[in-house]
C-alpha cells in the first residue's frame, strides 16, 4: 500500500463496521498509524474486560478468553504515546498490571486481582529488564495465562510462599522501538513470541508539527470527551457481565476455518 509502504488497518474500514466504542475513540487523531494503534490498543485494553465472552478452538475444543496480547513497534517519534489513551479508557477497574516489577511482585499482584488483568508498557524496555532481572524470567507466567493453564509458584523462605492461580486471563498491550523489544523476545522456541498480535511501523513520513497544538482543526472531535464516553460505555459493559447469568461463545464459520487454514500452511511452508 502507499504511505511509505506501510500497511495500515483503518484505512479499510468503512464508517460503522466497527463498534460505536472502537470507531469513535480512534477519531481522536486524523493520523492513519495512530489510528491504526488506538484501534489495537483500545481492543486489546478492553479484552481484559470481557471475562464472560469465550471462543472455541481447537480438538477437542478449548474455551479461550477474549485477551489480547499486542506489541506495536514503531521508530523513535513514531506516535506510540497515543497508546495511553487507551489505558484511560479501562483504568477505573485497577486491574492494571505494572511491567516494572519482579516475579514476586508480578505474581503477588496477579494474584490479588484474582488471575484477571492488564499489562501495559508503551516503553518495554522497562519491561524486557524487569522481565529478566536478578537472573528470574516471569515470561512463563504470560504463556501459561495465554493458555488459561493454572500458574504454580512456591518458594521457600520466612514466608514460605505458595500461590496457585486458576484459570488465569491476562491482556498485555506493549510498544517500543524494535531494540528495546529485542530483549523480551529473544528466545523464539519459547513461544512468547507467537503470542502477540504485532503491530510494525516502518517508517515516519517526518516531523509533526501539530505538536505544538497550532493546527486547530474547525468542529474537530473533543478527545477527552469521546474518552470518558469509551471509559463510561466499557464500565457499563463490564458492570452486565459480571451480574448477567449468561455467557458468550464464538466459533469460526466452515469458510473462516478454511481462510485461516489456507494462509497459515502457506506460511508455515515457508517457514
Not at 142 to 160: M, N, V, W, Y
Not at 196 to 217: C, K, M, S, W
Request: negative net charge; contains cysteine.
Amino acid at each position: 500500500m502507499e504511505q511509505n509502504s506501510q500497511l495500515l488497518i483503518t484505512t479499510e474500514i468503512e464508517a460503522r463496521q466497527l463498534p460505536a466504542l472502537v470507531e469513535n475513540g480512534i477519531l481522536v487523531t486524523d493520523s492513519p498509524v495512530q489510528r491504526d494503534m488506538l484501534l489495537l490498543g483500545l481492543t486489546t485494553a478492553v479484552s481484559h474486560l470481557l471475562p464472560k465472552f469465550y471462543f472455541r478452538h481447537g480438538y477437542p475444543a478449548t474455551a479461550y478468553g477474549a485477551n489480547l496480547m499486542t506489541l506495536v513497534l514503531a521508530p523513535a517519534a513514531g506516535g506510540k504515546g497515543i497508546l495511553k489513551r487507551a489505558l484511560h479508557a479501562v483504568e477505573w477497574h485497577d486491574h492494571v498490571l505494572p511491567g516494572n516489577a519482579s516475579v514476586s511482585a508480578f505474581v503477588n499482584e496477579y494474584t490479588r486481582m484474582n488471575g484477571n488483568a492488564l499489562m501495559m508498557e508503551t516503553e518495554a524496555d522497562v519491561m524486557s529488564k524487569a522481565l529478566h532481572q536478578n537472573g528470574t524470567d516471569y515470561s512463563y507466567i504470560l504463556r501459561q495465562a495465554f493458555e488459561h493453564e493454572t500458574i504454580r509458584r512456591a518458594r521457600d523462605g520466612k514466608d514460605k510462599q505458595r500461590i496457585v492461580i486458576k484459570n488465569p486471563h491476562l491482556s498485555v498491550l506493549l510498544s517500543g522501538t524494535l531494540g528495546q523489544l529485542q530483549p523480551l523476545l529473544r528466545s523464539k522456541e519459547n513461544g512468547l513470541t507467537s503470542r502477540f498480535v504485532t503491530y510494525l511501523v516502518n517508517e515516519i513520513p517526518g516531523f509533526d508539527a501539530r505538536v505544538f497544538g497550532q493546527h486547530i482543526v474547525e468542529n474537530e472531535p473533543d478527545a477527552e470527551q469521546i474518552l470518558n464516553e469509551s471509559k463510561n460505555y466499557v464500565r457499563a459493559l463490564y458492570e452486565w457481565q459480571v451480574n448477567s447469568d449468561h455467557e458468550c461463545r464464538f466459533r469460526l464459520t466452515d469458510d473462516q476455518q478454511e481462510q485461516i487454514t489456507s494462509y497459515f500452511a502457506e506460511m508455515y511452508t515457508i517457514l
